[in-house]
């Protein structure tokens, strides 16, 4: 008991002083058993103040965000972030947890949902899609508009430079086409199907910042594709040889928010905000992908403050971590349908009764109950509302 207090007076002690940081403070609170929100009414009462809880405010909990709508995997994060970035409750820092590493972040080989979290902050999108109403939105692309059935024209915004210093421009923009529409990068088969998808024939420089794209058929959903389409710079992605495309997989280079600093495979991959971003300045100077399998792992590591954020949290954890004193769950709509799919054309399948009988036959609202808790919703067809 007396080591203990001892122990419990140098860490309240450390932390007056501001001699480590927020997280290093409450990792070693942790490991003496202490909650985030227990140290910090005791550093309260020592006249410190409770800023290194984790309990309460917009930035102190833990977000596990389940997803309805057919993607029954929930994401959860934590208010510890290191030291304040001076912001408010922004960390300087955010640890997220995913149940794998990448495999590539070569964006038109990538093929996974870890993969494409991380890209998504290394690079920028054309087009983005509004969260709350899921509208397509100007993004690098600030405009466009069908010149006929056939041909898209797009503007593109001005002074946006790659994190080599190259810059976004009409160029770029079409050699990302040109690459995706080989079909293969190296002896590696394109995942990226967006130049399929809209029938790509061409692309042409109109200027420094606006081109055209020639299709072979009508592509109303031109724009929706964009959404999850990334534009590289040319003298990076060359593909001139095995050892520039092995490269290029391990060390991705964008125009997005962050660039890369260090992948370390199967421990971390770390970025760090882009100072010339041409969009809005990050608010969070560094992000650490962390791969973690085991989901209680993930979830321990949360809940003492190590990770900020955590995917594919089980249903049945959610009650769990949604009454804990330092992480909460949020629910959103996932962008999946998942679903069992049956071929009609082929006996017995190919009697209507037989596929009504299927599906009279699945209590839906008992699996939705019993297995999801709740999550979830029942899709009417293969595509989203």
């Not at 917009?58 to 965000?65: E, H, P, V």
């Not at 149940?99 to 920028?124: K, M, S």
């Not at 994190?163 to 770029?172: E, F, I, L, T, Y």
Request: aromatic share 8%; hydrophobic share 35%; proline share 6%.
């Amino acid at each position: 008991m007396q080591k203990g207090s001892e122990e419990l007076r140098q860490l309240l002690a450390d932390a007056l002083a501001g001699k480590q940081s927020r997280r290093e403070i409450l990792r070693r609170a942790a490991a003496m058993g202490i909650s985030a929100p227990v140290f910090g009414a005791l550093l309260a009462a020592c006249g410190g103040g409770d800023d290194t809880s984790d309990s309460g405010g917009s930035g102190g909990g833990s977000q596990t965000t389940p997803s309805t709508g057919g993607d029954t995997t929930p994401t959860a994060s934590s208010g510890d972030g290191g030291s304040s970035g001076g912001d408010g409750d922004i960390p300087e820092e955010v640890v997220i947890m995913q149940g794998v590493d990448a495999n590539t972040l070569d964006p038109l080989l990538r093929n996974a949902t870890p993969e494409f979290n991380i890209n998504f902050h290394v690079f920028d999108m054309f087009t983005k899609r509004n969260p709350q109403t899921l509208e397509v939105e100007p993004h690098i692309v600030t405009e466009w508009k069908t010149i006929d059935d056939l041909t898209w024209e797009f503007k593109l915004v001005e002074g946006a430079t790659f994190h080599n210093g190259d810059p976004v421009n009409a160029d770029a923009a079409i050699y990302s086409f040109e690459r995706c529409a080989k079909g293969k990068i190296g002896e590696q088969p394109v995942v990226q199907t967006i130049t399929r998808l809209i029938g790509y024939e061409s692309a042409e420089k109109i200027d420094d910042y606006t081109f055209r794209v020639k299709t072979s058929k009508p592509a109303a959903i031109f724009p929706d594709l964009l959404t999850s389409f990334e534009i590289i710079p040319p003298s990076v992605y060359t593909d001139a040889d095995a050892d520039t495309i092995a490269k290029v997989q391990r060390e991705p280079v964008g125009s997005g928010p962050y660039k890369l600093v260090e992948w370390v495979k199967d421990d971390h991959i770390t970025l760090e905000a882009y100072e010339n971003y041409w969009g809005p300045k990050p608010k969070v100077k560094r992000v650490i992908f962390r791969p973690v399998p085991e989901l209680s792992s993930r979830v321990v590591a949360l809940q003492n403050g190590e990770a900020n954020i955590i995917v594919n949290v089980a249903p049945d954890l959610v009650p769990q971590l949604d009454a804990g004193e330092n992480t909460r769950v949020s629910q959103v709509t996932g962008g999946r349908i998942i679903f069992i799919g049956i071929r009609c054309d082929k006996p017995p399948f190919d009697d209507k009764r037989v596929r009504q009988a299927l599906n009279y036959a699945v209590d839906f609202d008992s699996i939705r109950t019993a297995l999801l808790n709740g999550a979830g919703e029942r899709a009417a067809t293969i595509v989203n509302p």
